[in-house]
């Protein structure tokens, strides 16, 4: 058998292009793409998940690698790529979010510890549901079903010069109010239960002035809010379980031809 140039550039074809998509979703995709995770180690984990969706990622188009339509494709893969694996973040984003309304909230505003997903400076209250969330997606097998998803979106959008379309696009921005929609619902409880604690302080300073409600209701709230949060702990699982199956809906939704 005969190895012609094009047997060859057909084989890389088949590798480099969905390459691009699974590096830039992994780029983009929450615990995978953390700065506390060595480039290399990112890397080389997209290199063997192409090698194993590679031969699932449908017929390439036979066109020269170093043409002008190959860096349109290469491009359009990259995006699509980011733009899965920004869905994906923006779902974890939202308990970060909630836990630093919670926290401003309890006066723990100020106690913040460096997020190495983001590698910024993020409350320890966000921590803790982020942790929670983190054992979660591994523990209901959320890596798998975005390994899946991956899978999916090669025969829904295939390797071609187009890309997300203007509609996905338009869901995708959409995101951002979907993400501070639900961060209100996980804060709401804990916030209220505050707010009628800070309500009982102010009417006990005017029933008694000569009580220094600031050395006593600070720590107090702050025990407040330690409570509430543990009570308010049991709801992250079903708001996770929704808030990924609508993840999972929306990034469907996004890989449609139709947006």
């Not at 984003?93 to 630093?100: E, K, N, R």
């Amino acid at each position: 058998m005969d190895i012609t140039e094009a047997h060859i550039t057909a084989w890389i074809a088949q590798y480099f292009w969905p390459f691009c998509r699974i590096g830039a979703f992994f780029l983009a995709l929450p615990l995978i793409g953390t700065r506390s995770v060595p480039m290399n180690v990112r890397l080389l984990f997209a290199v063997a998940i192409t090698l194993l969706i590679g031969p699932l990622a449908g017929e390439m188009p036979k066109i020269q690698l170093l043409s002008l339509t190959s860096f349109v494709i290469i491009l359009q893969q990259i995006l699509i790529g980011l733009a899965l694996g920004f869905l994906v973040q923006l779902l974890f984003q939202l308990f970060i979010v909630g836990g630093q309304l919670i926290a401003m909230q309890n006066g723990l505003g100020f106690s913040s510890m460096i997020d190495p997903t983001n590698g910024l400076s993020v409350t320890v209250v966000s921590q803790i549901y982020l942790m929670s969330v983190n054992l979660i997606f591994f523990s209901l097998d959320g890596h798998l079903a975005l390994m899946r998803l991956i899978v999916e979106s090669f025969q829904s959008m295939p390797v071609t010069s187009s890309g997300v379309s203007p509609d996905g696009l338009y869901l995708i921005a959409g995101m951002g109010t979907w993400m501070f929609e639900n961060a209100m619902l996980l804060a709401l409880p804990a916030v209220i239960a505050l707010l009628i604690v800070n309500i009982a302080f102010g009417v006990m300073s005017r029933v008694a002035p000569q009580m220094n409600v600031m050395s006593v209701g600070f720590p107090l709230n702050m025990v407040t809010g330690a409570l509430v949060l543990w009570i308010t702990l049991s709801s992250v699982v079903p708001l996770y379980e929704r808030t990924f199956d609508e993840t999972l809906d929306l990034l469907l939704e996004v890989m449609t031809p139709d947006g």
